[in-house]
T-cell receptor, first 109, second 113 residues
Framework: RKEVEQDPGPFNVPEGATVAFNCTYS??????FFWYRQDCRKEPKLLMS???SGNEDGRFTAQLNRASQYISLLIRDSKLSDSATYLC??????????FGTGTRLTVIP | GAGVSQSPSNKVTEKGKDVELRCDPI?????LYWYRQSLGQGLEFLIY????????KSGLPSDRFSAERTGGSVSTLTIQRTQQEDSAVYLC???????????FGPGTRLTVL
């Protein structure tokens, strides 16, 4: 079983729509959780960390459910510039980041 | 300021040849990581350096892969006797400390013919 599993998509949504991505992780000892964004042929960049209480950054809301080992990312009022691949990332142990394969989002005008 | 840089950006090699990939981390970052990303796959952790030592080499896929870091700065990932399955984008990341955000370089796209 993979450490991190994501629906690869693609998700094609119109501008202004709300879209949600989900991710599950297998190791209950995982300590830290993140969403990274990766544009085509570019390096991943940190979008936001995910905290147990849930956290929001503008149009982006991240939630963590430790009991179900489940992480989510909600994007409200989608913009064309949100088109990218969103990577669910889990930190287990001192150093290892485990990346999901990513969920591809295309926002359509 | 300067981010993580990697060279070369693209490398095409023949099966069986050795290749060296270079990473220049952000100045002052003590932690350095190597990952690879194959088509349709998530990023795969390869190795982690704290300073010049590598406390975690668990991700290296075979003994053909090795890496070193000198002066607490530049790191080189070496792949010996390359195979076609080594074709991937090799990404380097650095962080101020292991607990801080990792910043990624642009990657080296390796193609083994």
């Amino acid at each position: 079983r993979k450490e991190v599993e994501q629906d690869p998509g693609p998700f094609n949504v119109p501008e202004g729509a709300t879209v949600a991505f989900n991710c599950t992780y297998s190791n209950s000892a995982s300590q830290s959780f993140f969403w990274y964004r990766q544009d085509c042929r570019k390096e991943p960049k940190l979008l936001m960390s995910v905290y147990s209480s849930g956290n929001e950054d503008g149009r982006f809301t991240a939630q963590l459910n430790r009991a179900s080992q489940y992480i989510s990312l909600l994007i409200r009022d989608s913009k064309l510039s949100d088109s990218a691949t969103y990577l669910c990332v889990v930190k287990t142990g001192a150093n290892n980041l485990f990346f999901g394969t990513g969920t591809r989002l295309t926002v359509i005008p | 300021g300067a981010g993580v840089s990697q060279s070369p950006s693209n490398k095409v090699t023949e099966k069986g040849k050795d290749v060296e990939l270079r990473c220049d981390p952000i100045s002052g970052h003590t932690a350095l990581y190597w990952y690879r990303q194959s088509l349709g796959q998530g990023l795969e952790f390869l190795i982690y350096f704290q300073g010049n030592s590598a406390p975690d080499k668990s991700g290296l896929p075979s003994d053909r892969f090795s890496a070193e870091r000198t002066g607490g700065s530049v790191s080189t990932l070496t792949i010996q006797r390359t195979q076609q399955e080594d074709s991937a984008v090799y990404l380097c990341a650095s962080s101020l400390t292991p607990d801080n955000e990792q910043f990624f370089g642009p990657g080296t796209r390796l193609t083994v013919l």
